[in-house]
T-cell receptor
Framework: DAGVTQSPTHLIKTRGQQVTLRCSPK?????VSWYQQALGQGPQFIFQ???????QRGNFPDRFSGHQFPNYSSELNVNALLLGDSALYLC????????????????FGPGTRLTVL | GDSVTQMEGPVTLSEEAFLTINCTYT??????LFWYVQYPGEGLQLLLK?????DKGSNKGFEATYRKETTSFHLEKGSVQVSDSAVYFC?????????????FGTGTSLTVIP
């Protein structure tokens, strides 16, 4: 059973550029969440997708956008990159049965390390 | 809003020592509580969880009890090993809100020396 996969592993961009990160959820999961983890910090919630729609959003600017495809995979897009966008971007998948506590668990991918120069 | 506060590190212990990492939370609803572990260069792995008050989560010798009266979820292990060296994150998810958003603490780095 493949877990959550993310691509690419590492990425280097320059300020002002745009980037797309990709995520495939764990088999059987239909919900994808994206997090930004700055160095030495805990993950910060960016947004979550369910049924191809953004269901909830954290405190991130509109430069951060996403998409979910019919196969439940997801993309995170960041426009007009800033130096401060350098971080590890984590994707997590979960079951849409989030209303049931026993299903309330997120599985994380290994992350994409984005460096903005 | 919801938040998690955990003990700052780094923490350095000798092998077989007792470990406690403190975690307290603030939530408006009835959250589930989690401990995740992150090994160098890897993503987060779920270590244990508790979904209601007085539940005890346990895994690989680690334990944490959901204490609603003190809004705490402290992580403990009786005898740490070198392989436990990692960063530990306390987190909560409040099912009272839509979307199952997770809130994480800042992480506590643990180094176990032989």
């Amino acid at each position: 059973d493949a877990g959550v996969t993310q691509s690419p592993t590492h990425l280097i961009k320059t300020r002002g550029q745009q980037v797309t990160l990709r995520c495939s959820p764990k088999s059987g999961h239909d919900t994808v969440s994206w997090y930004q983890q700055a160095l030495g910090q805990g993950p910060q919630f960016i947004f979550q997708y369910y049924e191809e729609e953004e269901r909830q959003r954290g405190n991130f600017p509109d430069r951060f956008s996403g998409h979910q495809f019919p196969n439940y995979s997801s993309e995170l897009n960041v426009n007009a990159l800033l130096l401060g966008d350098s971080a590890l971007y984590l994707c997590a998948s979960s079951s849409g049965l989030a209303g049931i506590p026993s299903y309330n668990e997120q599985f994380f991918g290994p992350g994409t390390r984005l460096t903005v120069l | 809003g919801d938040s998690v506060t955990q003990m700052e590190g780094p923490v350095t212990l000798s092998e077989e020592a007792f470990l406690t990492i403190n975690c307290t939370y603030t939530a408006t609803g009835y959250p589930s509580l989690f401990w995740y572990v992150q090994y160098p260069g890897e993503g987060l792995q779920l270590l244990l969880k508790a979904t209601k008050a007085d539940d005890k989560g346990s895994n690989k010798g680690f334990e944490a009890t959901y204490r609603k009266e003190t809004t705490s979820f402290h992580l403990e292990k009786g005898s740490v090993q070198v392989s436990d060296s990692a960063v530990y994150f306390c987190a909560l998810s409040d099912l009272g809100n839509t979307g199952n958003q997770f809130y994480f603490g800042t992480g506590t780095s643990l180094t176990v020396i032989p």
